[in-house]
């Protein structure tokens, strides 16, 4: 059974609709640990809901930002995480901590990567006029938002869209498409190769 971790500073959503695909049966998985670098993200109280162990790493307590990173590997060393998920973890790993899990760290951007890395990634479409928008699920590199993609999903862009409307819209296409790309690790069918995924049959 594939071990993950979860990475995560905010709501959790994506979290949840990862236990709830775990649940459903639906991803071969379990989640061994949550780490935040944030004590009162609500990540936190939804792992412990679900009895799954929840760490809360200061990255105060740190010198450098290798040390925090090794605070957090540390944790999913003890767990024997295999895969690691950022699930809205706002802050952006270092190639420490990436050539450590290489081609094992996930992560989800509400955008069509390339387009629109960074903050405020739906407000960056709407500003730009896009007609259509949507989420990436990827393997996070050294940059920020880029590394392999290995899922995306649309939402058209409407004339009234707000930024967070459009987020809303946005958020229930990452629900489904992130488990789907656990669930396709963890039965071994993402490749990557020259830089690219692929989805092995």
């Known amino acids: 059974m594939l071990k993950i971790g ?6 959790g959503t994506n979290l949840q609709s990862i236990i709830d695909g775990i649940k459903a049966g639906e991803i071969p998985a379990e989640i061994e640990v949550v780490i935040s670098d944030k004590e009162t993200a609500k990540a936190l109280e939804r792992a412990a809901k679900y009895d799954i162990d929840n760490q809360y790493v200061n990255p105060q307590d740190y010198n450098t930002t290798e040390e925090f990173e090794q605070g957090m590997i540390d944790i999913l060393e003890q767990h024997n995480v295999q895969l690691v998920i950022m699930a809205g973890f706002m802050r952006l790993l270092t190639p420490y901590f990436v050539k ?5 760290v996930m992560n989800i951007h509400p955008s069509l990567l390339p387009a629109f890395k960074g ?3 739906q407000k960056q479409a709407l500003d ?3 007609k259509v928008a ?7 590199d050294e940059g920020m ?8 999903a649309t939402v058209p862009v409407k004339e009234d869209d707000t930024e967070e409307t459009l987020a809303n819209r946005i958020l229930q296409k990452e629900h489904k498409i992130y488990p789907k790309a656990i669930r396709l690790y963890a039965e071994d069918k993402l490749e990557v190769k020259n830089g690219k995924v692929i989805i092995k049959e």
């Open 6 to 11: 979860v990475l995560a500073s905010g709501r």
């Open 134 to 140: 949507g989420c990436t699920v990827h393997f996070a």
């Open 100 to 104: 450590k899990y290489k081609d094992s």
């Open 145 to 152: 938002d880029t590394g392999p993609i290995i899922l995306q």
């Open 128 to 130: 730009y006029g896009v």
């Open 119 to 121: 903050l405020h990634a």
